[in-house]
């Protein structure tokens, strides 16, 4: 099928995104303090190949050059966030101000060259001085992150319209507070479960604290999420996809829609309980004006007696013999259509944004250039399925590629490559891959087509 630029409506958001640790480098210069991901890498054997986003692309002296490149490629909307201890040394207290004055060189740079900003205010990198007092665990993190987000409204409210208050909640809680392989690297189900609570209250006051503040902004909260299915066609596993479903796609957006937790499909979930103060049911409920849908690929999940909670688990893409990206994840397009239907569903839902899609792969650089077929392949794929979404009446309005540069891929550190621009880690020298130069063709061109298979399943 032959989709056109011009398909999506003219009032279509096109975009990357990207966030702070991943590119900005710059760790410890001009008064930022330390976030936990900062300690987290500095930790032996916690980072594949014991990598840090010490220096990754540099961002924090490259800026200029970057949005540039955006500006080169047609990009006219740029996801990007802010590192809250690059403002807020400590967590709360002084304000950084070299911090805020580089936040501000990045958003007038956008400005001035036509493109949008939109800001993540939390995109993983809690300051390490509040870790130090449990961080997502502390209830205390609600104020702390009030104050953050009212220091970058303040800041930056005049200029930036469209703000995401976190970027997937689900992660950052299950990767740091439950399985420990991201930072801070805390397990157990009770550091979890104090985290995920904390955080969707956050998710809402930070929502409402921007309103406050800013009535006409345009205010959002990013999901990850995957269609989900049972591998295979039996009960136990038919089961176990919904409690997988539930505790991935459904834990955060449905207390925010005033749905609470889901502890039907989930009983564990109850254990929650213990966190919650009174008021706290109406408190998790904020009214966004957009959801972000983050979604890469889908999982199939079978019944598994040995693990804990859930009892469900993921048969990973190797395993299944199935065409993947790098990151061992399957290349299922229909992935992202389902997720659009599925957060369509709920009531309340306005608008939707997929504020992330991407693929990771083994790129190479040859003679100065870098082709990268599949992942043009897939991004068309992909689009298809959003097109697809769009033509049967859902309300997506936005697409963000996942992303500009190669950068620094958390747990995996700089092997799997999702740029749409190649980065030589030692000489920061970037090249435009084949594929940005699609998606700049794409963007520019009324004639430039998307060919994708999306007839077959469509
Ligand atoms: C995420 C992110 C990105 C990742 C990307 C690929 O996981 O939420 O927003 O930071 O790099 O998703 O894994």
Same mark, same amino acid.
């Given at each position: 099928m032959f989709i056109r630029k011009e398909d999506f409506g003219p009032g279509f958001t096109w975009g990357v995104s990207t966030a702070a640790y991943q590119i900005e480098g710059?760790?410890?210069?001009?008064?930022k303090g330390p976030s936990i991901w900062d300690d987290f890498v500095n #930790?032996? #054997?916690?980072i594949n190949d014991n990598h840090t986003g010490n220096i990754a692309c540099d961002f924090y002296t490259q800026y200029a050059k970057d949005i540039s490149l955006l500006f080169d490629l047609n990009i006219s909307n740029y996801r990007f966030s802010v590192s809250w201890s690059r403002i807020l040394p400590f967590g709360t207290g002084p304000v950084n101000y070299k911090g805020i004055d580089f936040y501000n060189k990045v958003i007038d740079f956008c400005l001035e060259l036509g493109i949008e900003p939109w800001i993540t205010i939390y995109h993983w990198d809690l300051p390490l001085e509040l870790e130090k007092k449990g961080g997502w665990t502390n209830r205390d993190v609600i104020s702390w992150f009030g104050e953050y987000v009212e220091i970058c409204i303040k800041y930056f409210g005049d200029r930036v319209k469209h703000w995401m208050v976190l970027n997937e909640p689900m992660v950052f809680t299950g990767a740091?507070?439950?399985?420990?392989?991201?930072?801070?690297g805390k397990k157990g189900l009770s550091s979890f479960l104090a985290a995920v609570h904390h955080a969707a209250l956050c998710q809402s006051a930070g929502g409402r604290i921007i309103r406050g503040m800013k009535p006409e902004a345009h205010i959002g909260t990013t999901f990850s999420c995957s269609h989900i299915e049972p591998f295979r066609p039996i009960e136990k596993d038919v089961i176990a996809a919904e409690k997988a479903d539930a505790f991935l796609n459904r834990l955060f957006i449905e207390p925010l829609l005033g749905?609470?937790?889901p502890v039907r499909d989930l009983?564990?979930?109850? #254990?929650i309980e213990r966190y919650v103060k009174q008021g706290d049911e109406q408190d998790l409920v904020f009214d966004m004006d957009f959801i972000g849908i983050q979604n890469y690929t889908r999982e199939m999940v079978s019944h598994s007696p040995f693990m804990p909670f859930v009892k469900a688990k993921i048969i990973k893409a190797d395993k299944r013999n199935v065409e993947r990206t790098m990151m061992n994840w399957e290349i299922y397009p229909e992935s992202i259509y389902e997720m659009l239907k599925k957060f369509n #569903?709920?009531?309340?839902?306005?608008e939707l944004v997929i504020t992330e899609n991407g693929a990771a792969f083994a790129d190479n650089r040859q003679n100065g250039k870098v082709d990268d077929p599949k992942r043009i392949q897939f991004l068309q794929d992909n689009l298809a399925q959003v097109y697809r979404a769009k033509q049967e009446g859902i309300n997506v309005s936005g697409y963000f590629i996942w992303t500009l540069l190669d950068n620094f891929e958390w747990a995996e550190g700089y092997h799997p490559r999702f740029g749409l621009v190649y980065v030589d880690f030692e000489t920061q020298q970037r090249i435009v891959k084949s594929s940005g130069l699609w998606y700049k063709r794409f963007l520019s061109d009324t004639e430039n087509k998307i060919v994708s298979g999306f007839s077959k399943t469509g």
């Open positions: 710059a760790h410890n210069v001009d008064g #930790r032996k #054997r916690k740091g507070y439950f399985l420990g392989v991201h930072a801070p749905k609470n937790y009983p564990v979930l109850q #254990r #569903r709920y009531e309340n839902v306005k």
